[in-house]
């Protein structure tokens, strides 16, 4: 099964998408998000009985909380396709993206920054899945996002802009934070912008 999220009708300013999940050909899909709200970036547990995804908190809108992209949690049961026992895991009042769990299931890695549409300062952040051990292991005032884990569960990787004139591939240590290596350095007259990066045998 797959999840995406998709906005009814289409366009941005209706703040009005849903999560949506659908069979690995993209037939068949079925909204599954429970409340009216703005539902993005879902990802699976490695085990697939669970999504994180970004939400607004319940009762406010896109249109006047801009900062207030909280990352949630909820169980799935595949035998009826839908979700249950919603756990919202952040209350920073900050843009939250970008959620992605770890291999072995410990811990969810996100992005974090103040204002939507603004890429630099954006922090990466890791977090249980019961919302507790929450820890920033990357903030160095640079662009930090798009978050993803090596196989063992002990660094993560991400883009990150401030170095050359591009998006370059860095990763951290998940442990402890910090340890920032640079992978694959952007650079030239234009922005590239990598898709999500997944390493390989790391």
Known sequence: ?????????????????RLIITDTEGLSPKIISTRNSVFADPAWSPNGNKIVYVSLPPGLSASSSQNLYEIYVADYNESTNTISNEVRLTNDKLYCFDPCWSPDGQYIAFTTCRYVNTPFNSEIIRIKPDGSDKMTIMNDNLSNAVPYWTEDSKRVYFHTLGIGTSYSIASCDAVNGGDKQIHLLGGGNTITYYTTPQPVNH
């Not at 099964?1 to 998408?17: E, I, K, L, S």
């Open 1 to 17: 099964m797959a999840a995406n999220c998709t906005d009814v009708p289409r366009g941005f300013n209706t703040y009005n998408w």
